[in-house]
């Protein structure tokens, strides 16, 4: 089969199209023909080497932490999965991606696909729906009637932070650039703040019960949020390498997500599109063979919105 790999650690150049050899499944696996895998910016530290602790991989190693395919054989042991079934996954970030032809998964990692979306597009669900889900519901405990702020609500995560946090019926403000403010308003946001030409903390009048901060913003920045942040709330950050800030006298959570796989809280999220509650956006649809030139691309910060990536 045809996959993009990496054998050395470096910049999109060391990223290479060729033949491997085709995957196997073991005990509590399959293997999937894969309909799309989809760009994520951790994509870009892991191959660049940036990882290495949290996320150790074998080289050479294929890329594509997101997954959606057609079962195509069965390891043992596995249940509930047929030949033919279509799915989506969140595959685990150190074992090999979905940048191929086929790939095997855990099946516990594993869920019917959207009905109504094209499954090639399915791939952009996810790892940053559950990111959104997990960083509001998880760890930011958002409930109805809440406020919460979003920032850096114009990038994939933050479509469906905001669309979540609507639907479960809290007061969105989200901050967003020019060329994002439309799409961030379509989600359902109720305040968009321009950050490029308002300062947030300037523009957010009444306190926040949740702050969810999606951009790489300079650390004073990021610690001025806090002050926007009700006593006993929370501030839950995604930027890993920039530790959350936190307001001990006042009872402010400073919280590091990192997302997990979850297959019972994708499942809910499938169910969401299904129902018409939660749209699933794509910004560009990218053949395998060109994966290398969207990581250059990525590196130049000429990528906007979700790409999802297409084996010939």
């Known amino acids: ?170 007061h969105v403000i989200a901050t967003a650039s020019p060329r994002s403010t439309d799409a961030v308003k379509a989600a359902g946001a109720d305040e968009v703040v321009e950050h490029t030409t308002t300062p947030v903390t300037a523009a957010v009048t009444e306190p926040v019960d949740l702050v969810l901060n999606l951009a790489p913003v300079d650390p004073a920045e990021l610690a001025a949020l806090v002050t926007l942040i009700r006593p006993g709330g929370a501030l839950v950050n995604t930027t890993v390498w920039m530790p959350a800030p936190s307001d001990e006298e006042r009872g402010v959570r400073g919280i590091d997500l990192f997302v997990r796989s979850d297959a019972d809280q994708l499942a809910k999220l499938v169910a969401l599109v299904d129902q018409g509650e939660l749209r699933v956006d794509v910004a560009e649809r990218v053949p395998l063979a060109e994966l290398p030139a969207l990581h250059a691309r990525a590196a130049e910060g000429a990528v906007h919105g979700k790409v999802v990536v297409v084996p010939a």
């Open 1 to 170: 089969m045809k996959a993009v790999r990496f054998h050395d650690y470096g910049g999109p150049e060391v990223l290479r199209y060729e033949d491997v050899d085709l995957p196997v499944p073991g005990a509590g696996q399959v293997r999937l023909r894969v309909a799309a895998t989809s760009f994520n910016s951790v994509d870009g530290n892991i191959r660049g080497g940036f990882m290495r602790g949290p996320i150790p991989v074998e080289l050479p190693h294929t890329p594509g932490i997101d997954v959606a395919g057609t079962v195509d054989a069965l390891g043992d042991g596995v249940d509930g999965l047929a030949a033919g079934d279509r799915v989506v996954g969140f595959l685990p970030m150190d074992g090999p991606g979905a940048a191929a032809e086929y790939v095997v998964a855990p099946a516990e990692a594993l869920t019917a696909a959207p009905r109504d979306v094209p499954l090639a597009d399915a791939a952009a669900l996810p790892l940053v729906g559950l990111t959104a889900r997990q960083a509001l519901f998880d760890h930011g405990g958002l409930r109805s009637g809440q406020r919460v702020l979003i920032n850096g609500a114009g990038g994939a995560v933050g479509g469906y932070a905001v669309q979540l946090a609507k639907g479960a019926g809290a």
